[in-house]
């Protein structure tokens, strides 16, 4: 099954590469912004820097009466130099020129203003008299460098910018949405055992209708499962006195009839005891949906597991077979209702009794850490059968009359006050057995 796709990532994705693509594409038209300015500025540059040397090497010429044969301008000065001029006369021929400027003239015409080479921009000036052409070239190489040296400035400071922005983006964006996970995780807590409503204030305006929605599926939910519970509850109860009554006169039937009839009887009577019985059942189980386990105040179950043992000890099932071994004697408080407690306790030695051999002991133990061991002798159980007892009428390989309900209702009442519910088969230490084992919360005075 594929992995649901997470609406934050997919936002944080999304903005993360708009933020990225932004910041390039920003940065990108910068730098063809500055390509145009700088090449304004270098041509202005380059103008100026003709205007203002014409006139003084035109003095220089003058003064100094140069033949056409050119020469070098200040020979011992050393290092690049990043504008250099030449100067021509009318037949083109290079009078005068800069230090790292070669005697061959520029491939360029005479032509006042712009021109270009392959690798140079060219500016031509031309004296009044119309005798010398001074050009001015400025190389492409240099131009590149500074445009290379602005945009890496430029580029630099957004790479740190882009890592921030996503970071920035992804705390954004779990913050904004972080009222749908809390949301969901309200959502996700409901259960038959927790139907409350949602409580729509700390939910922005957008999530309201949601809420509002989720509220009136669990009111119709809680009241359909209020409805359920009351009929079985009802059910259940209202059919004790019809089935207790029509046990009555089976039994007083089976003492009026032939012996040839008896066993009839006595199948209506076994029949009328189950009945009963899964009425009981029925009835338990609707209080623990309930959830009568639940309790605000601690109870000592010392007592109410004394009492259930002796009235099953009274039962004839029960007769000199329960051993009960207390390790609290200063009691043991739990959180648990106590009606919860002896329906637990109740269910788990009806459990040991029926499905262990006739006459066996069970044993019962409790523990100073809230922990309630019930063990009996019957045949081990398969492992893998463990798990599917605690479902409603799930029944081990057993011919013993039963509901396969007791074990569902024991789980459903300790799970309600953060208890477990722990089977083994065989019992530890043994070869054979069936145990089952309550850890209940113990309350610290």
């Given at each position: 099954?594929?992995?649901?796709?997470?609406?934050?990532?997919?936002?944080?994705?999304?903005?993360?590469?708009?933020?990225?693509?932004?910041?390039?594409?920003?940065?990108?038209?910068?730098?063809?912004?500055?390509?145009?300015?700088?090449?304004?500025?270098?041509?202005?540059?380059?103008?100026?820097?003709?205007?203002?040397?014409?006139?003084?090497?035109?003095?220089?010429?003058?003064?100094?009466?140069?033949?056409?044969?050119?020469?070098?301008?200040?020979?011992?000065?050393?290092?690049?130099?990043?504008?250099?001029?030449?100067?021509?006369?009318?037949?083109?021929?290079?009078?005068?020129?800069?230090?790292?400027?070669?005697?061959?003239?520029?491939?360029?015409?005479?032509?006042?203003?712009?021109?270009?080479?392959?690798?140079?921009?060219?500016?031509?000036?031309?004296?009044?008299?119309?005798?010398?052409?001074?050009?001015?070239?400025?190389?492409?190489?240099?131009?590149?460098?500074?445009?290379?040296?602005?945009?890496?400035?430029?580029?630099?400071?957004?790479?740190?910018?882009?890592?921030?922005?996503?970071?920035?983006?992804?705390?954004?964006?779990?913050?904004?949405?972080?009222?749908?996970?809390?949301?969901?995780?309200?959502?996700?807590?409901?259960?038959?055992?927790?139907?409350?409503?949602?409580?729509?204030?700390?939910?922005?305006?957008?999530?309201?209708?949601?809420?509002?929605?989720?509220?009136?599926?669990?009111?119709?939910?809680?009241?359909?499962?209020?409805?359920?519970?009351?009929?079985?509850?009802?059910?259940?109860?209202?059919?004790r006195t019809p089935i207790a009554g029509a046990l009555a006169q089976a039994q007083r039937l089976h003492?009026?009839?032939?012996?040839?009839?008896?066993?009839?009887?006595?199948?209506?009577?076994?029949?009328?005891?189950?009945?009963?019985?899964?009425?009981?059942?029925?009835?338990?189980?609707?209080?623990?949906?309930?959830?009568?386990?639940?309790?605000?105040?601690?109870?000592?179950?010392?007592?109410?597991?004394?009492?259930?043992?002796?009235?099953?000890?009274?039962?004839?099932?029960?007769?000199?077979?329960?051993?009960?071994?207390?390790?609290?004697?200063?009691?043991?408080?739990?959180?648990?209702?106590?009606?919860?407690?002896?329906?637990?306790?109740?269910?788990?030695?009806?459990?040991?009794?029926?499905?262990?051999?006739?006459?066996?002991?069970?044993?019962?133990?409790?523990?100073?850490?809230?922990?309630?061991?019930?063990?009996?002798?019957?045949?081990?159980?398969?492992?893998?059968?463990?798990?599917?007892?605690?479902?409603?009428?799930?029944?081990?390989?057993?011919?013993?009359?039963?509901?396969?309900?007791?074990?569902?209702?024991?789980?459903?009442?300790?799970?309600?006050?953060?208890?477990?519910?722990?089977?083994?088969?065989?019992?530890?230490?043994?070869?054979?057995?069936?145990?089952?084992?309550?850890?209940?919360?113990?309350?610290?005075?």
């Amino acid at each position: 099954m594929a992995r649901p796709t997470s609406m934050t990532r997919k936002l944080v994705t999304a903005l993360t590469s708009v933020v990225a693509i932004s910041w390039l594409l920003a940065c990108g038209l910068g730098v063809m912004v500055m390509q145009d300015e700088f090449a304004e500025i270098f041509d202005a540059g380059v103008q100026e820097t003709a205007e203002r040397l014409l006139p003084l090497l035109a003095d220089d010429l003058r003064e100094n009466n140069t033949a056409p044969a050119s020469r070098k301008l200040n020979p011992s000065a050393e290092g690049a130099e990043y504008l250099t001029y030449q100067v021509r006369d009318r037949e083109g021929q290079v009078v005068l020129h800069s230090h790292d400027s070669s005697t061959e003239p520029f491939e360029v015409s005479l032509d006042p203003g712009f021109s270009e080479t392959a690798t140079q921009r060219i500016y031509t000036a031309v004296t009044p008299d119309g005798n010398y052409f001074l050009q001015v070239a400025d190389a492409f190489a240099n131009r590149r460098e500074a445009i290379e040296e602005a945009g890496s400035a430029l580029l630099l400071p957004v790479l740190i910018l882009i890592p921030a922005s996503i970071f920035a983006v992804i705390v954004v964006v779990r913050r904004t949405l972080q009222p749908i996970q809390t949301l969901r995780d309200e959502i996700g807590k409901k259960d038959g055992g927790n139907l409350a409503p949602l409580e729509t204030q700390p939910f922005p305006g957008e999530l309201h209708p949601i809420a509002r929605s989720v509220n009136l599926l669990l009111g119709r939910l809680r009241s359909a499962i209020e409805a359920e519970r009351e009929f079985t509850a009802n059910s259940a109860h209202e059919l004790r006195t019809p089935i207790a009554g029509a046990l009555a006169q089976a039994q007083r039937l089976h003492a009026d009839i032939p012996p040839e009839l008896a066993p009839r009887v006595e199948n209506i009577e076994k029949s009328l005891q189950h009945l009963g019985h899964l009425a009981e059942k029925l009835l338990q189980m609707s209080r623990a949906e309930a959830r009568i386990g639940v309790t605000d105040t601690a109870n000592d179950v010392i007592p109410i597991l004394e009492l259930v043992i002796d009235d099953m000890v009274r039962t004839a099932i029960g007769k000199s077979r329960i051993r009960f071994t207390n390790h609290c004697e200063d009691g043991l408080p739990c959180r648990i209702g106590a009606d919860a407690f002896g329906i637990i306790v109740r269910n788990l030695l009806e459990n040991a009794l029926i499905h262990s051999p006739a006459g066996s002991p069970v044993q019962i133990s409790a523990e100073q850490d809230g922990t309630v061991r019930i063990i009996n002798s019957g045949p081990a159980i398969d492992r893998a059968l463990l798990p599917k007892l605690t479902t409603r009428f799930a029944r081990g390989p057993t011919k013993a009359d039963g509901t396969g309900l007791g074990l569902a209702i024991v789980k459903s009442l300790v799970e309600q006050t953060g208890g477990e519910l722990l089977l083994f088969s065989p019992a530890p230490g043994r070869q054979d057995g069936f145990e089952a084992r309550v850890v209940l919360p113990v309350e610290i005075a």
